[in-house]
Structure formats: C-alpha cells, structure tokens
C-alpha cells in the first residue's frame, strides 16, 4: 500500500502525509496497515522538515551573507 520513494517535492510530500494523516483519523486501517501509514508518515515529516531546513539555510544566505530580519510585506 504505501510508497517508500522520496517525494518529487515538498508540496507532494506534504500532500501525500495529509492523505495518511486523515486516514489513520478516520480509524478503519488495519493495525499493519496503519503501522506502514505512521512509519512512511514519519519519514515524509522528516522529508518536509528538511527541505524546511534547507530553503531557511539558503535565505540566511542571501544579502551577502548577512542574516536579515524576515519582513513578509
């Protein structure tokens, strides 16, 4: 049932981990099934979490290597 490839992108993985997250709400899973949802669920979180981590990086980069305040205007 659950696909172990690493997402295309951020969004896919993010949507993919809703998808498992309203399923394991809605209670119907079997326990192995639902085992496989938690553990692929845990690994997009990691997935989406670092390419978090990696774009926060590339921002602290920017304006020549200074940290900036983050304004969102």
């Known amino acids: 049932?659950?696909?172990h490839t690493e997402p295309?992108?951020?969004?896919s993985a993010l949507s993919?981990?809703?998808?498992?997250?309203?399923?394991m709400?809605?209670?119907?899973?079997?326990?192995?099934?639902?085992?496989?949802s938690y553990k692929r669920g845990a690994a997009l979180l990691a997935?989406?979490?670092?390419?978090?981590e990696a774009v926060e990086h590339q921002v602290q980069l920017l304006e020549n290597g200074q940290?900036?305040?983050?304004?969102?205007t």
């Open 1 to 3: 049932m659950t696909d």
């Open 8 to 11: 295309e992108s951020y969004e």
């Open 16 to 23: 993919e981990l809703e998808r498992l997250v309203a399923a």
């Open 25 to 36: 709400e809605a209670g119907q899973l079997p326990l192995d099934q639902l085992l496989e």
């Open 47 to 52: 997935f989406c979490r670092g390419r978090l």
């Open 67 to 72: 940290l900036q305040p983050w304004n969102a």
